[in-house]
Each structure stands twice: as structure tokens, then as C-alpha cells.
């Protein structure tokens, strides 16, 4: 059954995207693995060959018409994403590689210039690898300790436990808004409250949660927030690190060149303005577009308006896998997106991941950049099935149909 309507008719929707409509195996694919990457829809590619075949140069640098172009198509993408997520200004969108670039951004300027020995920072027991490793890496160099929020074994955060750990000694709090292996939304507007009661600023790791619902900033009043182009339905190698200009204004530069300067001599260089000071070198102009066309793509329709398909998708896929004798579902949380992590029994996740690949079915299998989650659960692994608004319950019907026979297999 496909979710029909008058704004949000998945069929129809589905035809916006070249990838879904390949075959894998000689069978039609059946991608469900959006948590790791999302398809393009045509308009992103579009723009893409758009600036590479007749809009091509550098920005921010040149008074010919090309050059100006490309700067206002690239301003002009800026300003879309500053709309997306309501941010105050765009000065306070800054253009990185990805959700790491932003994390280790902050990392690098913030918390090299502002932590020391002793200050404390507070992530949580289900973060991404990329939330979790640039901590340890200042930790190691200023002397700072790494607090953890745990999690109770539906996958939601234990709150009171965070309570806990903030204290005079909390200098940063990062913490993910959707875990990409448990789903779980985390409730982080309440997490930001509580940190700022102590002036903690907090950084928000929104990979996830980006594509799932509409974000509001100011709303949040979160102080950093980082996503990144493609788990959008835009191109790689670009993301996003927001921040309120209060702060980006009080942070040294991350990376020193080009476009970075306001002035250079060899006795002293200063800085330019938000928010160049942050992006040294020539930018990812044609992604930066990339991403400025998804974000007008999915206005078409309106990201929430897939809420209700996607709960659909939940629901059925996890009464379908659970149905699977010796399937366990990971990650039960009361507030869940579209993510299905599960276990087989006496299967490895590796092995189910490619006998339903064999079937069509792209699943994503392993630890998912989420170690300490699989340590929580004593498990290597789990196969994670993560549903876009383009999926449907007969995809889902492919995947199940698929395990059956993977489990044959073992049998
Ligand atoms: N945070 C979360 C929650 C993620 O799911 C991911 C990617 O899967 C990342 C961070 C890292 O994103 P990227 O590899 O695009 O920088």
C-alpha cells in the first residue's frame, strides 16, 4: 500500500529519484539503508550539472559574470539552509564536509580555545563515532574528562542520569537528537534547558534527525547543530555546522587560507567575518547548490508531512520482523524514527546483510560507527533497515521474505 496524500503521495514521490528505479541481482533494489545515505532526486542532480556545464567558478573572488553567478547561487544555497533549519542569519551557517567536519570543528576551535584541565564534557552512551572520538582527542590534549549519559535497554536516554553529571565542572554538552542504530529520538530540547540553567552550551548531532522531521533552532535554542548534505537527499561532501553568531564570533578560526583573511601581512594576519572565518579555501560551491536544490526539493512537500507515512513504515516493519521467529529487534524506544535494527539468532549480521543482498535488499550490517551501542547489547552487530519517505510496506514485505530465506539457508 502506498501512503497517497494531497501533499505527500509516496508513487509519485518515487519517481523523483533515478537510484530507486536500478536493479541489483537482476531483481528490483529494495534500498533501505537512508540512515547511511540518501538517494538523489533528479532536481539535485540537475543543479549539480548545472553549475559543472555552463555556471563553473570560484566565488567570493571574481567581478565576471561567471564568478558572481556561482557566488549568488552559493549565498543564495545558504540562505535556503538558514530557512530550513531557522536560524537567525545565515552568517551563522557555516559550510563543512559533513556532520564529523562540524563536530571536529567545534572541537578544534571551541574547545581548544575555551576547555582546560578538568572541564568537563557530557556526551551519551549511543553517539556516533564521529560525536564521541573528537572529544577523547582534546580530552587527551587539555586534560579534559568525557562524561557519559547512558541509556536503559529500549535505547532511551536515562535523563536523570544526565541530571547527575552536569555540574560547575560541565563545559560542553554534544549529544545526538536520532541515534542511527537504536532510532531512538532523544529528547533533546529538555536536555538543552537543563544545560543552559548551568550556561552550558550544547551541540546537537542532527545526521539524523535533519531528514526525519523539521528543525527549529531558535525553538531548540541549541548553541551548535551539525548535519551533513547527504543523509539529506543532497550530495556528499558537504554539511552544515550551525551556531549562534554569539559564540562562532567569540571562536578562533579552524583552519587557516583563503577567503578566511580580511588582511595579511607577514607581521599579522586578521580574520574575516562570519561566515568565512570558517570556511579557509575554496568551498564546495557546486554541493553547497546540490544541497540548496534538496532542501527546495523536499519544500515541495514539506518534511512533516512524510511523518505519518514513516510511522506507518515503523509500525509495519517492526510487527513483520518481529513476526520472524528468532529476530529481536534492537532499540524499542516509546519515541523511535524509521530505523529497524535487529538481530537473527545464530546468524551474523554480515552473513543476513549479504544473503539479502542477493535478494535485492540493501541493508546496512555491522556496528554502524555505534561500538559502545553494540557493547551495551553484548553484540557485534545488527542489520539495520532505515526507511525513507520513498519506501514502501511491499519493500519491507522484500525484506522479510528475504531474511526467511536467509534463515534457510542456516537451517
Ligand atoms: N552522526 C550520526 C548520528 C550519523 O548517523 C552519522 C553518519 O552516519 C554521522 C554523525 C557522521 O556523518 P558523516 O559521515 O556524514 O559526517
Same mark, same amino acid.
Given at each position: 500500500m502506498t501512503h497517497i496524500s494531497p501533499i505527500f503521495n509516496v508513487a509519485q514521490v518515487r519517481k523523483?529519484?533515478? $537510484? =530507486?528505479?536500478i536493479l541489483v541481482h537482476g531483481r528490483p533494489l529494495v534500498y533501505l539503508d537512508n540512515a547511511a545515505t540518501t538517494f538523489k532526486p533528479q532536481t539535485v542532480i540537475d543543479a549539480i550539472e548545472k553549475h559543472y556545464k555552463t555556471e563553473t567558478a570560484n566565488v567570493h573572488r571574481g567581478v565576471h559574470y561567471l564568478s558572481e553567478k556561482a557566488t549568488a547561487e552559493f549565498e543564495g544555497a545558504r540562505d535556503k539552509i538558514k530557512n530550513f533549519i531557522h536560524a537567525k542569519q545565515s552568517c551563522e551557517v557555516i559550510f563543512t564536509r559533513g556532520t564529523t567536519e562540524s563536530i571536529n570543528l567545534v572541537a578544534h576551535s571551541y574547545g581548544r580555545h575555551f576547555l582546560k584541565e578538568g572541564d568537563e564534557i557530557i556526551i551519551s552512551e549511543m553517539e556516533h563515532h564521529s560525536n564521541i572520538v573528537p572529544w577523547q582527542m582534546l580530552c587527551e590534549e587539555k586534560g579534559c574528562k568525557l562524561k557519559i549519559i547512558p541509556f536503559n535497554d529500549a535505547g532511551e536516554l536515562l535523563f536523570d542520569e544526565f541530571k547527575k553529571l552536569l $555540574? *560547575?565542572?560541565?563545559?560542553l554538552v554534544s549529544v545526538v537528537?536520532? *541515534?542511527? *542504530? =537504536?532510532?531512538t529520538i532523544n529528547p533533546v530540547k529538555e536536555i538543552i534547558t537543563e544545560a543552559h540553567k548551568l550556561h552550558v552550551p550544547v551541540l546537537i548531532d542532527a545526521a539524523q534527525a535533519v531528514t526525519y522531521h523539521s528543525i527549529d533552532v531558535q525553538e531548540l535554542d541549541c548553541d551548535f547543530l551539525a548535519f551533513s548534505g547527504h543523509k539529506l537527499f543532497g550530495p556528499t561532501g558537504i554539511g552544515v555546522l550551525y551556531g549562534k553568531a554569539s559564540l562562532l564570533n567569540t571562536m578562533p578560526p579552524y583552519q587557516g587560507g583563503g577567503d578566511m583573511i580580511s588582511k595579511v601581512t607577514f607581521e599579522k594576519t586578521t580574520y574575516n567575518v562570519l561566515p568565512y572565518k570558517f570556511e579557509a579555501g575554496t568551498p564546495n560551491v557546486a554541493d553547497a547548490i546540490g544541497l540548496g536544490a534538496a532542501i527546495d526539493y523536499l519544500q515541495t512537500f514539506g518534511l512533516d508531512n512524510t511523518l505519518q507515512h514513516k510511522k506507518e513504515l515503523l509500525d509495519y516493519g517492526t510487527q513483520a520482523l518481529q513476526s520472524i521467529p528468532g529476530v529481536k529487534i534492537i532499540g524499542t524506544a516509546q519515541r523511535k524514527t524509521s530505523i529497524l535494527s535487529f538481530t537473527v539468532d545464530g546468524i551474523h549480521a554480515h552473513d543476513i546483510g549479504t544473503l539479502v543482498d542477493n535478494e535485492g535488499v540493501a541493508i546496512r550490517t555491522g556496528h554502524h560507527c555505534n561500538q559502545p551501542v553494540m557493547q551495551h547489547f553484548h553484540i557485534p552487530a545488527t542489520s539495520r533497515a532505515s526507511l525513507a519517505f520513498y519506501n514502501t510496506k511491499e519493500e519491507i514485505d522484500k525484506l522479510v521474505k528475504a531474511v526467511y530465506k536467509a534463515k534457510k539457508v542456516f537451517e
Open positions: 523523483d529519484f533515478p $537510484n =530507486l528505479h $555540574n *560547575s565542572q560541565t563545559k537528537y536520532v *541515534s542511527n *542504530s =537504536l532510532g
